[in-house]
């Protein structure tokens, strides 16, 4: 048994070099818009992985993620932005004296980002989670479109609809992989954890869990809390990834496509949020000619934007109808299966070429 | 003094009065039963005790302290522990997860050294889950501790809502019918069980059934209630042949 955990444990760690050593590699040699592709997954990856803590583990349903990647957005974005870009910004109103020489590395800007995010959270999760019933996704959806009436409306601070531009662009693979990884090794840990099955049995059953000494309250508040500080810090890279940030970034559509993702991926199936949103991020790039005028045969379609999002919906639609629990389904991605499937194939295909007839024992075993 | 004391309670849901100046008591080490017909407000006692609603008028005691209201969490950190008529299992888990669940509230690592791993918490960890197989043992149920919870025949079920609500440690142990749904033969094996428990486990039994007989043979004081209101208390003999009692049973008539 420990032997096996050691021997897991050392695949990962192999299996994480490799990956950032395909990083760099892709970093070095990739083209900026391939580059592009692959941080927005990685931003994707944080806001499904962390979605699927509040949803697919507590039952909590949210719709603030984008009001609070807005918010990790905005706080990264004032923080690594230069004095004299800020000027630049600032023509309509200056911005308040507090933030106009702040400068911070962006490590530094990105974990006051997601704290400040996390603090937005506690304001939408402590009334409503006093409650019972789904008030935390109104509540969250106010506090979004709160949160976008203040962006436009704060100009000394945000400087309104005018947004912010000329944001440095720190973010590359390796902070914004970097920060997945920490994601999800994070959300992993904690699921797999006392505190997990905690979370696990008050969606399940929350008048059970509350009379086996679950604080309801104080759990919510955790999973809430920790996955608004990783949406803050993804917010964050987004900022500092696209370099120019407004209030029309983080319309609600956005929390609606977390949703989507994370329910295409599987419900409590971090592989699967993890897979979801890489998919999602390729093929929304990879479906953009379909948005301009093409012809199937004599069949000429005018270019229609957002026909991308109705093929997403399609799709999700039929991933539902065929697998109501998403792709994964509660499943995860381990090193055992992966084995277990290996020494499943070689003994198939071994016993095949000894017996036609003894490969479906052999099958049954693994 | 007694464990639990329950002073006047009553509880109104709008016109309904479901518990109406209800007292009772029951004693450490005790095994105590709460009979009645359907609808006498037996499970809604339950719940005035553990948090779930808060009574209209009374209070209760728990170790002399007064427990009325509070948070059904805080109830069970106090060392109330119940299970109920319908089984609340949790879906998702197996067996010693659920049984585990019950174990998280004398958890005290903070959830960063959880994710962390750190010592404290990887040696609670391993206490908890070790303490868990052996309740589960203690209750001969360990060679299901991988199933899923919600596989387990109803019989088992039962006996893991049972097991689980042990994991709290509790000095008081409620049980909602849990003969409910049984056969007479699984009926008596439960009340076996219940037994076992109570000889095995430090702790002091408060059990709600729907039939006299169930509890006849186990429980040196019984109950009884309708309409949210006493109507006899003491020995099983004495409450077979109180005429309340019969009336509430059978209806008023000349065959009693």
Aim: hydrophobic share 50%.
């Amino acid at each position: 048994m420990n032997l096996h955990i050691s021997r897991n444990r050392i695949l990962t760690l192999i299996a994480l070099v490799a990956f950032f050593l395909l990083l760099a590699y892709a970093s070095s040699n990739f083209s900026p818009y391939v580059l592009r592709i692959m941080n927005l997954s990685a931003i994707y990856v944080i806001f499904a992985v962390t979605f699927n803590l509040i949803y697919g583990y507590t039952g909590q349903f949210s719709l603030g993620h984008a009001g609070f990647a807005a918010v990790g957005a905005y706080v990264a974005a004032l923080l690594t932005m230069s004095p004299d870009q800020k000027v630049a910004n600032f023509f309509l109103q200056p911005i308040v004296p507090l933030l106009a020489n702040v400068q911070l590395p962006f490590l530094a800007a990105l974990v006051i980002a997601g704290l400040m995010t996390a603090i937005f959270s506690f304001v939408a999760g402590w009334p409503s989670f006093r409650l019972r019933g789904d008030y935390l996704a109104i509540a969250t959806l106010g506090l979004s479109e709160i949160i976008r009436v203040l962006l436009i409306n704060l100009q000394s601070v945000t400087n309104g609809a005018l947004g912010l531009k000329g944001i440095p662009g720190y973010t590359n693979l390796f902070w914004s992989w970097g920060f997945a990884v920490v994601t999800i090794f994070v959300v992993k840990r904690l699921v797999d954890s006392s505190y997990g099955r905690a979370l696990m049995a008050l969606r399940d059953d929350d008048v059970a869990a509350e009379a086996l000494g679950v604080s309801l309250l104080y759990h919510k508040m955790l999973a809430l809390m920790l996955s608004s500080f990783f949406v803050g810090i993804g917010g964050g890279l987004l900022a500092n990834l696209i370099s120019t940030i407004d209030p029309s970034v983080f319309l609600f559509f956005l929390s609606y496509q977390i949703v989507g993702i994370t329910v295409m991926g599987g419900m409590a199936s971090l592989t699967g949020s993890v897979v979801a949103a890489c998919l999602y991020t390729v093929f929304l790039e990879l479906l953009r000619p379909i948005e301009s005028p093409f012809s199937i045969g004599s069949l000429d379609v005018p270019g229609m934007p957002g026909m991308r999002m109705v093929l997403f919906s399609a799709l999700l639609l039929l991933v539902i109808l065929f697998s109501h629990r998403g792709l994964f389904g509660g499943r995860e991605f381990g090193w055992d299966w992966i084995l277990d499937g290996f020494d499943a194939l070689r003994k198939r295909l071994k016993g095949s070429k000894e017996r036609t007839g003894a490969d479906s024992d052999s099958e049954e075993a693994s | 003094m007694s464990l639990l004391q329950l002073r006047h309670l009553t509880k109104r849901f709008d016109g309904l009065t479901a518990v109406d100046n209800f007292s009772a008591e029951v004693d450490s080490g005790e095994l105590c039963a709460l009979i009645g017909p359907n609808g006498a407000g037996k499970t809604t006692i339950f719940n005035l005790i553990t948090g779930i609603y808060e009574p209209s008028e009374g209070h209760v005691y728990f170790e002399g302290k007064d427990i009325t209201a509070k948070r059904p969490d805080i109830i069970a950190g106090l060392g109330v522990a119940r299970t109920f008529q319908n089984i609340r299992l949790f879906e998702g888990m197996d067996v010693l997860g659920n049984v585990l669940v019950g174990r998280h509230l004398r958890l005290k690592a903070d959830p960063f050294s959880a994710i962390l791993r750190l010592p404290n918490y990887s040696r609670e960890e391993r206490t908890m889950r070790e303490e868990a197989m052996e309740l589960l043992e203690s209750l001969e149920l360990s060679h299901l501790a991988h199933e899923d919870a919600t596989s387990l025949p109803y019989g088992e079920q039962r006996k893991l809502e049972i097991a689980r609500a042990l994991a709290v440690k509790p000095k008081l142990l409620l049980l909602d019918e849990p003969a409910a749904g049984m056969n007479p033969a699984e009926r008596e094996e439960l009340m076996a069980f219940v037994v076992h428990i109570l000889d095995t486990f430090e702790l002091t039994i408060f059990l709600i059934e729907h039939q006299m007989q169930v509890v006849m043979g186990i429980c040196p004081r019984i109950i009884v209630i309708d309409y949210g209101e006493t109507i006899a208390e003491g020995p099983p003999d004495a409450i077979q042949n109180n005429p309340r009692v019969i009336e509430a049973y059978l209806g008023v008539g000349d065959y009693a």
